[in-house]
């Protein structure tokens, strides 16, 4: 049975976009947008995930389905064989009178959404869109790190004078961000944990068999609010000791002192530009040394 239109569209949110100032979403209300996610079966059984990726993934994706019926909007949170029949089902109950999506981040993403005709809104999720990146590529005869690093810094602002150039007038401080780590202290804070609750259970029953590797244990923030207490924990306790040893690997530390952000800036929990904002007012108030 074919549903009956109410007048709203509907953004389609894929499982690396949960944040509500991305893309499509940005700019829906309740009352004007539907919101579908979709699990995919075939996505969660098509390899095997390393059991606490796949509990941050699904964990993650529900606990944002949450978050955005608490703010008023009206989820369609369904499990499907494939993202294509989930899209289907979805047309075939509600009859939306235009489906969106943020522009995925793989190109099979991209292509069942064009397959599909749906709307695709640009992502500005991450700070640098690739169109961006293959206009300063273009004319380029090699491709360093280094140039597209001071590019992004002039463009952006970051660490900048008013001139245009670095603060301190030196772009990077590789020199003194090799020091060896101590032999056998470890200084370096342990990431923040949470408390596994009724949701992470019930998603840990839902995974495959097929699943490896050590269970959760809470190291993986899976809401915004959590992540975000991860960010203030790296800027106020961890970034001041990150340089002397960023090249470092020791057996005592999986982490030293790096961010272990890079989960959240994937999926969206965080993005970009408040990771590099939080650290340039840390900078500016001076928490962190510039190295």
């Known amino acids: 049975m074919t549903g009956t239109s109410d007048g709203r569209s509907t953004v389609w949110v894929f499982g690396d976009q949960l944040n ?22 075939a996505k969660l059984v098509g390899k095997r995930w390393h059991r606490q990726r796949a509990h941050f993934v699904l ?18 949170h369904r499990r499907a064989d494939s993202l294509r029949a989930g899209h289907r089902d979805h047309v075939t109950e ?9 522009e995925p981040a793989s190109w099979a993403g991209l292509e069942l959404l064009r397959d599909l005709d749906v709307t695709i809104v640009r992502s500005n999720q991450f700070l640098c869109h690739y169109d961006d990146f293959a206009a300063w590529a273009n004319d380029r005869r090699q491709m360093k790190m280094e140039d597209f690093y001071r590019w992004q810094r002039r463009r952006l602002g970051y660490l900048m004078d008013d001139g ?76 001041p000791m990150f340089g002397p040893h960023e090249d470092a690997m020791v ?28 650290v340039q007012d840390a900078y500016d108030e001076g928490r962190v040394p510039i190295a």
Not at 22 to 40: F, N
Not at 62 to 75: C, I, N, Q, T
Not at 94 to 102: K, Q, R, S
């Open 164 to 239: 245009g150039e670095p603060v301190t007038g030196r772009w990077n401080y590789d020199d003194e961000n090799r020091e060896r780590p101590p032999k056998t202290a470890t200084p370096w804070p342990d990431p923040q944990r949470s408390r596994l609750d009724d949701l992470d259970r019930a998603v840990l029953d839902d995974l495959p068999d097929n699943c490896w590797g050590a269970a959760p244990d809470g190291t993986w923030a899976t809401s915004r609010v959590a992540a975000l207490s991860r960010l203030r924990h790296f800027v106020d306790e961890v970034l």
């Open 94 to 102: 509600f009859a939306p009178t235009e489906i969106v999506a943020t």
């Open 59 to 76: 964990a993650s994706m529900r606990r944002f389905v949450d978050e955005l019926r608490a703010a008023g909007f009206d989820v369609d």
């Open 251 to 278: 057996e005592r530390s999986w982490h030293l002192a790096h961010s272990v952000l890079s989960p959240y800036l994937n999926v969206g929990l965080l993005l970009p530009g408040e990771v590099c904002d939080a």
């Open 20 to 41: 509500r100032g991305i893309g499509a979403l940005r700019d829906a209300t309740p009352s004007s947008h539907r919101v579908l996610i979709v699990e995919s079966t």
